[in-house]
C-alpha cells in the first residue's frame, strides 16, 4: 500500500524543499489541503489524521498544536521545529548518532528532526565523551558560519533583496541563549550548557560548524590522533551513513573545507586538527543547513520509518 505523506507548513523554506525531494516518487502519496482551507485548522486536522507519516514544518507552537490535533493512532509525525526535540516520548532524527539510531527512528511514532546547527557538533562531541575523551562537564564552545537560508522566509527575503550589500558575516544570539541549546546538551551528553556563538554569512545555503578544544586542563590530554579515531570508529560501518570522517592530517589550510561544499546533497564531513604540543584541537563539521541539516535529514528519516 502506498503511503500518504501530508506536509504540514509545505510552502516554507524547509517544507518546499522536502515536497520538492518528494514529488516524482512513485511509492508514496502526497496529499495537501486545498490552497483555499490552507488556514483552517479543521482541514489541517482532516489530513493530519489522514496521513500515515505527517512532516511538520512549522512554527513550534504550530507544530505543537498539529501534534494536538492528531486524534489517531496510526499518524506517525517527523518534527521540523525546535518544538519537541528534548521532549518526553520523542525519538531524536540523527540516523548516525549512534548505532542503534536509525533502528530507532524506524519504529518510531514521533521523530524530532535535528536542528541544523545543533547536528555537526553532536556529531563531533558525543563519540568524545561516549570514549571518555572528554568530560560531560567539558566547557564546550561552538561557533561556525550557515547559509542566510537558515534564518527563514524572513531573512532569505532581507538578504535577496540587498543582495551585495547585505552582510558578509552577521554574528547573531550574541544574548548567548540559542534556542538550539538544550538539543546540544542532551545529544552531545554535556553535563552543562555550551557556549553557541553562531554566524550568518552572504550565501544561501551550506555551514560550517566549529568546535575549538582546550585540553591542557584535563588529567589526561588526549592527542590529535586520538580524538580522530574515536570519531572515525564511531561512524565506521554504519548502514547508509551520510556522515563521513576526513583524514588525520597536519594540514595549514583546505580549500576543501568551505561551508558550500555539500550544498545539493545530504553529506556531512567531519575533520579533526591538533597541535599537540599545545594541548589545542580543531573539530569542524561541513554540511549542507538544508541537506543534512534540515529537509535532507526529514527524507532520511521518513526513508526509515516507511522501512520500519
Same mark, same amino acid.
Given at each position: 500500500?502506498?503511503?500518504?505523506?501530508?506536509?504540514?507548513?509545505?510552502?516554507?523554506?524547509?517544507?518546499?524543499?522536502?515536497?520538492?525531494?518528494?514529488?516524482?516518487?512513485?511509492?508514496?502519496?502526497?496529499?495537501?489541503?486545498?490552497?483555499?482551507?490552507?488556514?483552517?485548522?479543521?482541514?489541517?486536522?482532516?489530513?493530519?489524521?489522514?496521513?500515515?507519516?505527517?512532516?511538520?514544518?512549522?512554527?513550534?507552537?504550530?507544530?505543537?498544536?498539529?501534534?494536538?490535533?492528531?486524534?489517531?493512532?496510526?499518524?506517525?509525525?517527523?518534527?521540523?521545529?525546535?518544538?519537541?526535540?528534548?521532549?518526553?516520548?520523542?525519538?531524536?532524527?540523527?540516523?548516525?548518532?549512534?548505532?542503534?539510531?536509525?533502528?530507532?527512528?524506524?519504529?518510531?511514532?514521533?521523530?524530532?528532526?535535528?536542528?541544523?546547527?545543533?547536528?555537526?557538533?553532536?556529531?563531533?562531541?558525543?563519540?568524545?565523551?561516549?570514549?571518555?575523551?572528554?568530560?560531560?562537564?567539558?566547557?564546550?564552545? @561552538?561557533?561556525?558560519?550557515?547559509?542566510?537560508?537558515?534564518?527563514?522566509?524572513?531573512?532569505?527575503?532581507?538578504?535577496?533583496?540587498?543582495?551585495?550589500?547585505?552582510?558578509?558575516?552577521?554574528?547573531?544570539?550574541?544574548?548567548?541563549?540559542?534556542?538550539?541549546?538544550?538539543?546540544?546538551?542532551?545529544?552531545?551528553?554535556?553535563?552543562?550548557?555550551?557556549?553557541?556563538?553562531?554566524?550568518?554569512?552572504?550565501?544561501?545555503?551550506?555551514?560550517?560548524?566549529? @568546535?575549538?578544544?582546550?585540553?591542557?586542563?584535563?588529567?589526561?590530554?588526549?592527542?590529535?590522533?586520538?580524538?580522530?579515531?574515536?570519531?572515525?570508529?564511531?561512524?565506521?560501518?554504519?548502514?547508509?551513513?551520510?556522515?563521513?570522517?576526513?583524514?588525520?592530517?597536519?594540514?595549514?589550510?583546505?580549500?576543501?573545507?568551505?561551508?558550500?561544499?555539500?550544498?545539493?546533497?545530504?553529506?556531512?564531513?567531519?575533520? @579533526?586538527?591538533?597541535?599537540?604540543?599545545?594541548?589545542?584541537?580543531?573539530?569542524?563539521? @561541513?554540511?549542507?543547513?538544508?541537506?543534512?541539516?534540515?529537509?535532507?535529514?526529514?527524507?532520511?528519516?521518513?526513508?526509515?520509518?516507511?522501512?520500519?
Amino acid at each position: 500500500m502506498t503511503a500518504k505523506i501530508f506536509i504540514d507548513g509545505e510552502h516554507g523554506t524547509t517544507g518546499l524543499q522536502i515536497r520538492t525531494r518528494l514529488s516524482e516518487r512513485g511509492d508514496i502519496e502526497l496529499i495537501s489541503t486545498p490552497l483555499e482551507r490552507r488556514k483552517e485548522t479543521a482541514a489541517r486536522a482532516e489530513f493530519l489524521n489522514a496521513a500515515d507519516i505527517a512532516i511538520l514544518c512549522l512554527p513550534d507552537d504550530a507544530a505543537r498544536e498539529s501534534v494536538s490535533l492528531i486524534e489517531n493512532d496510526t499518524t506517525r509525525v517527523i518534527d521540523a521545529s525546535s518544538a519537541h526535540r528534548v521532549a518526553e516520548g520523542w525519538t531524536y532524527g540523527f540516523a548516525e548518532m549512534d548505532r542503534g539510531q536509525a533502528k530507532a527512528i524506524a519504529g518510531a511514532k514521533r521523530v524530532a528532526n535535528p536542528g541544523c546547527w545543533p547536528q555537526g557538533p553532536i556529531a563531533l562531541l558525543r563519540p568524545l565523551v561516549a570514549a571518555g575523551l572528554l568530560p560531560a562537564d567539558f566547557p564546550v564552545t @561552538v561557533n561556525g558560519i550557515s547559509g542566510y537560508s537558515g534564518g527563514g522566509r524572513g531573512m532569505i527575503e532581507d538578504y535577496e533583496t540587498k543582495g551585495e550589500d547585505a552582510p558578509e558575516f552577521m554574528p547573531y544570539g550574541l544574548t548567548l541563549n540559542h534556542k538550539h541549546l538544550p538539543e546540544l546538551r542532551a545529544y552531545a551528553r554535556l553535563s552543562r550548557d555550551p557556549l553557541m556563538q553562531p554566524a550568518v554569512g552572504n550565501f544561501a545555503q551550506g555551514m560550517i560548524s566549529v @568546535v575549538p578544544l582546550q585540553l591542557g586542563q584535563l588529567d589526561r590530554v588526549p592527542r590529535g590522533e586520538e580524538l580522530h579515531a574515536a570519531i572515525a570508529d564511531h561512524y565506521a560501518g554504519l548502514e547508509d551513513s551520510v556522515v563521513e570522517v576526513a583524514p588525520f592530517e597536519a594540514i595549514e589550510r583546505s580549500a576543501e573545507i568551505e561551508p558550500e561544499r555539500f550544498n545539493g546533497t545530504d553529506g556531512m564531513r567531519l575533520y @579533526v586538527f591538533a597541535n599537540d604540543a599545545r594541548a589545542q584541537a580543531l573539530l569542524m563539521a @561541513v554540511y549542507d543547513n538544508l541537506g543534512k541539516g534540515a529537509s535532507g535529514a526529514a527524507v532520511q528519516n521518513l526513508d526509515l520509518m516507511l522501512k520500519g
